[in-house]
């Protein structure tokens, strides 16, 4: 089972700021965006949880960003020692709670990725996968300033968007969860390029890897960037190191 009781780390004034994974497409709802998904696309989920395993396995603590209802975090789980989930939405977490129940090693915390509560240098390794540096609508600057606060030093940081080649197959998914009522309509008249755009205000971008690395050189780390599975576009960071 999860072993501590949910904890909440949200000051008040993070509180009252909405967010479309806290508002609308939580829980069971978020679960449901993963039961849609097509062979191609759970592939490219395998493909990133793998990814982060081979980079975060071994290491003692590990901090999720955004982590939902869980989904990655009982993938990695059983590769670290200690690992650490946070999510804006109470309801995601509810679920999480069940949903790594048999897992003694996992903690989550309720929390905005932009303003985290933990002390610096408190994790081995971060990371925020699946274009969470998008999909939260936080300032990309802070999320990533605040995963290198919380990393050790010598520790691994990682964050991913999608790759261009899986653009198809990324909008088809989107359409069907806009079909089944998880998204609003999508507006097809300004859904390209990497962006996606529903009519209830939504909006879904990526970050190339040049972004990415831009991002990082205003915290003073260079950046590996690699292309995973035809799918992902990962940012690797050793914090203070040579990545």
Not at 98 to 125: G, H, K, Q, T
Request: proline letters at 2%; aromatic letters at 10%; hydrophobic letters at 40%.
């Amino acid at each position: 089972m999860v072993s501590a009781t949910l904890k909440q780390a949200l000051p008040v004034h993070l509180a009252v700021m909405g967010s479309y994974y806290e508002d609308r497409l939580f829980g069971s709802k978020l679960q449901q965006v993963y039961d849609l998904a097509s062979p191609r696309i759970r592939q490219y989920l395998d493909a990133e949880a793998r990814y982060v395993i081979e980079n975060v396995q071994g290491t003692s603590r590990v901090l999720e960003l955004g982590c939902g209802y869980g989904r990655a975090l009982k993938e990695v789980a059983p590769h670290v020692t200690r690992i650490v989930g946070n999510d804006i939405s109470r309801g995601s977490l509810n679920l999480a709670t069940s949903y790594l129940r048999r897992f003694r090693n996992c903690d989550l915390v309720r929390m905005d990725a932009s303003r985290l509560a933990f002390r610096d240098e408190m994790f081995d390794a971060v990371f925020c996968i699946q274009n969470g540096i998008s999909a939260f609508g936080r300032d990309r600057h802070e999320l990533v300033a605040e995963a290198v606060r919380v990393a050790k030093e010598g520790g691994v940081v990682l964050f991913s968007s999608y790759s261009p080649r899986i653009w198809a197959d990324r909008l088809d998914w989107f359409r069907a969860q806009s079909g089944a009522g998880l998204l609003g309509e999508i507006d097809e008249s300004r859904t390209r390029d990497g962006t996606i755009a529903c009519k209830d205000g939504f909006r879904a971008m990526t970050v190339s890897g040049d972004e990415f690395r831009a991002l990082f050189a205003e915290v003073g780390l260079a950046t590996t960037i690699r292309e995973v599975d035809g799918s992902s576009i990962f940012a690797r960071v050793v914090k203070k190191g040579q990545s």
